[in-house]
């Protein structure tokens, strides 16, 4: 059974950068798509961005790109999601998820993804 463990997140500031990990066990993350989701106070759970299985293409959602990066090492069984210039509307839970399916491109869609990690809360704020 494959888990997922989040890390790295915390408070900064307006500008700011944050790195987050994504560490797998029970299984190696080679067959699978990864996402990140964020969830904000009072908002739906969105979908950030996403990774193929090879990591030869990747998706982001509008409103961060240019500022975050989706990647993998899959010798360190590890997704990583850098954030730059962060924005006090990027303040949120951060969860990292799975697919198995292999999806090309893949989905920042949440029902298409089976394992899901516990999250890391992300703030930004001066």
């Known amino acids: 059974q494959l888990q997922l463990v989040e890390s790295g997140g915390g408070l900064v500031q307006p500008g700011g950068s944050l790195r987050l990990s994504c560490a797998a066990s029970?299984?190696?993350?080679?067959?699978?798509?990864i996402a990140w989701f964020r969830r904000a106070p009072g908002k739906e759970r969105e979908g950030v961005s996403c990774?193929?299985?090879?990591?030869?293409?990747?998706n982001y959602v509008d409103s961060v790109k240019g500022r975050f990066t989706i990647s993998r090492d899959n010798a360190k069984n590890t997704v990583y999601l850098q954030m730059n210039s962060l924005k006090p509307e990027d303040t949120a839970v951060y969860y990292c998820?799975?697919?198995?399916?292999?999806?090309?491109?893949?989905?920042?869609?949440?029902?298409?993804?089976?394992?899901w990690g516990q999250g890391t809360q992300v703030t930004v704020s001066s």
């Open positions: 990774i193929t299985s090879s990591g030869g293409s990747r």
């Open positions: 029970g299984n190696t993350l080679d067959y699978y798509a």
């Open positions: 998820a799975a697919d198995p399916r292999r999806r090309v491109p893949c989905s920042t869609w949440s029902l298409d993804y089976d394992y």
